[in-house]
């Protein structure tokens, strides 16, 4: 007993002896040092990583901030992977970050290339450049059938035909955060095949406050409503044609569509309803319809145009209406002895207009008066209702349009166009074919100066 | 017939579900150095029919909306605009048209987007559902309407049910 004793504890001494050899070995000076150089490397490598890490993702936070419970997520996620990392594998736990870096990078700049993209969302067309040149077009082409010659524009011919309508190309570009200026250029087709360009708006716009802005240019009469909301795209309105008594000056319309001045407009914001106003001052006719002063005028007499629109949205949502006047000298046409005299002109009316989500009500009057200085007064009546109501992409409408001229205004008598009086129904179908792009088709029956006439449109208008 | 009463009811509960669906809670936020914490809710109507164009600092005003299809967005269209979801570009159009406005709203595809955009552009004004509020930005708040946060009693742009 006593030698197996002496055996297990010669065994123990040798063992404690060979423990504190090995030991001794690895704990020699040098390789502690080692040791330690290398571990403290080693956190330190971690630690710079790691605040590397944060850093990145505190700038990148600066363009991508995501909701909490996402960051929430991601920051588990990213703990989950990186723990086992640090403990046992740092070289994993790099590529692990590396590898997540490289996909936040990847999604910053693909939000990045979103953001680029947002503005494009609304259809607001092409935009260059620190001053924010926006270009938007617009355009039509018809097709058309009369069973009688009346009550066409002077430029077409024959009772069945395709149309070129307007080409209409619409610039604006921001000089500064309250100055911007918009240009609005249409190519028309002549009837000998030309394409004649025509400078139809261009402005300068001073954004002074919500209750003044300043506009100056050529712009469009902001007499009655339609006039002052739809110009020369086709597509932004309901039906193919203008209404009757809005037609352009340059396809027989009895009213000035265009006027080059200045205009002021602006808006209150009151207590349950807002009111808007909008007055010009500007050159005025030239001596006769067609004739539009752009660069001078003939007599020195400016015109003058107010419109008053009140919006009472606390009472009724979506109803405007408010009066508009306009007054202006109309020179004499030294070459036309029946127009010797210079015309006043003075012309009153009125819109109102219901608009809420699918209804649409559109109902405006003008008065036109115009008194000769020689004595003869002539008075012109006329106007249009308009009703629609959308279904889907489909909207039908229906418009009256009505006017009665004093055949012996000599202002329109002595025209180059057939002034008519005027008594038309048409009902018509808008096809929403895209987003930017409507198909209309409406038929009317029209009575003018006696005579009937039917006819038969198509368009297809786009946005482009 | 006896399953008609069964109908209507499966009508009306997919009715509810479908009006809960659609309409949801929205929330204002703006860039935080934007001085503006409570705005009335007339106000923010004209802001967002673009009759206030600037806020009180002078500052202009971009409204950042989060996609037509969003909940969100089909709100204040319903809700402000009281218009057709489809007509909400051709909207947009018009007033540019008219000179009404010089710079479109930003539509970004993504919340992040907008939460971005609003971080970025001091006079932005973006629209997010309530859940969707980042904790702890330190660069965006939610404003109060009418002195209500999103989902208070009261708060004007809360879902209609």
Redesign the interface.
């Known amino acids: 007993m006593a030698k197996i004793l002496s055996i297990i504890a010669v065994f123990i001494v040798v063992s404690i002896v060979a423990c504190m050899h090995t030991n001794a070995a690895e704990m020699s000076e040098e390789e502690y040092v080692r040791l330690k150089n290398r571990l403290t490397s080693e956190f330190m490598q971690k630690l710079k990583d790691e605040i590397k890490n944060e850093l990145v993702a505190e700038l990148k936070s600066e363009y991508t901030i995501e909701p909490k419970q996402k960051q929430e997520d991601k920051q588990k996620s990213q703990n989950v992977a990186s723990r086992p990392a640090i403990e046992t594998q740092p070289s994993d736990y790099r590529e692990t970050h590396e590898a997540t870096d490289k996909s936040k990078a990847e999604s910053t700049e693909e939000d990045e290339l979103k953001l680029d993209a947002a503005r494009y969302k609304l259809g607001e067309g092409l935009t260059f450049g620190e001053q924010m040149l926006k270009i938007k077009g617009f355009g039509n082409v018809d097709a058309s059938y009369s069973d009688n010659h009346i009550g066409k524009s002077a430029n077409q011919e024959g009772n069945a035909f395709f149309s070129m309508g307007e080409f209409d190309l619409f610039i604006t570009s921001q000089l500064s955060n309250r100055i911007s200026i918009l240009g609005e250029t249409v190519f028309e087709f002549e009837s000998t095949g030309e394409v004649t360009p025509d400078l139809e708006r261009v402005l300068i716009h001073y954004d002074v406050n919500s209750l003044l802005k300043i506009d100056v240019g050529k712009f469009h009469t902001p007499i009655g409503y339609w006039n002052r909301l739809y110009h020369h795209g086709e597509w932004l309105q309901t039906t193919v044609e203008r209404p009757e008594i809005l037609k352009f000056e340059d396809h027989g319309g009895p009213l000035p569509a265009h006027n080059a001045g200045i205009q002021l407009s602006g808006s209150a914001m009151l207590e349950g309803f807002d009111l808007n106003y909008f007055f010009t001052v500007s050159n005025g006719r030239g001596i006769d319809t067609t004739n539009q002063q752009n660069m001078g005028d003939l007599n020195d007499k400016k015109a003058f145009s107010f419109q008053l629109e009140a919006v009472p949205h606390s009472i009724v949502e979506g109803l405007r209406f408010g009066p508009t006047v306009y007054y202006d000298s109309i020179p004499e046409d030294e070459t036309n002895p029946n127009r010797a005299n210079e015309i006043r002109e003075l012309i009153y009316g009125g819109h109102v207009v219901y608009s809420l989500k699918n209804v649409e009500f559109l109902m405006e009057t003008f008065e036109i008066n115009h008194d000769e200085f020689s004595g003869g007064v002539f008075n012109t009546f006329g106007g249009y209702a308009q009703g629609s109501y959308s279904i889907g992409k489909f909207k039908p409408y229906y418009r009256y349009d009505y006017i009665n001229y004093d055949s012996k205004d000599p202002f329109y008598s002595e025209s180059e166009f057939d002034f008519l009086d005027t008594n038309m129904h048409t009902v018509g179908l808008r096809y929403e074919l895209s987003q930017f792009n409507a198909l209309k088709c409406e038929v009317s029956h029209g009575v003018f100066d006696d005579e009937d006439a039917n006819i038969i449109r198509l368009q297809t208008a786009f946005s482009f | 017939m006896k399953h008609i009463p069964g109908i209507l009811i499966a009508i009306f509960i997919f009715v509810v579900v479908f009006i809960t669906e659609v309409y949801a809670n929205v929330a204002v936020i703006v860039n935080k150095s934007n001085p503006a914490t409570d705005i009335p809710y ?1 106000d923010l109507k ?1 802001i967002l029919e673009t ?4 806020w009180d600092n002078g500052e ?1 005003i971009t409204l950042v909306f989060k ?2 299809t969003s909940s969100e967005t089909q709100m204040l269209i319903n809700k402000i605009y ?3 979801c ?5 909207y ?3 007033k ?4 009404e406005i ?12 907008v ?3 609003v ?1 970025k552009i001091s006079g932005a004004v973006g629209f997010i559902g309530i ?7 330190d ?2 708040k939610v404003i109060r309407v009418n002195g209500k946060m999103p989902g208070e009693d009261g708060y004007p742009l809360n879902k209609e049910k």
Request: proline letters at 8%; glycine letters at 4%; aromatic letters at 8%.
């Open positions: 007339d004209h009759k206030k164009q600037r202009k996609p037509i009281k218009i057709r489809e007509d909400f570009c051709q947009w159009m018009l540019s048209y008219n000179n010089s710079e479109y709203p930003k539509m970004p595809e993504s919340l992040n987007g939460i971005a955009l971080s859940d969707e509020i980042p904790q702890g930005s660069k965006i």
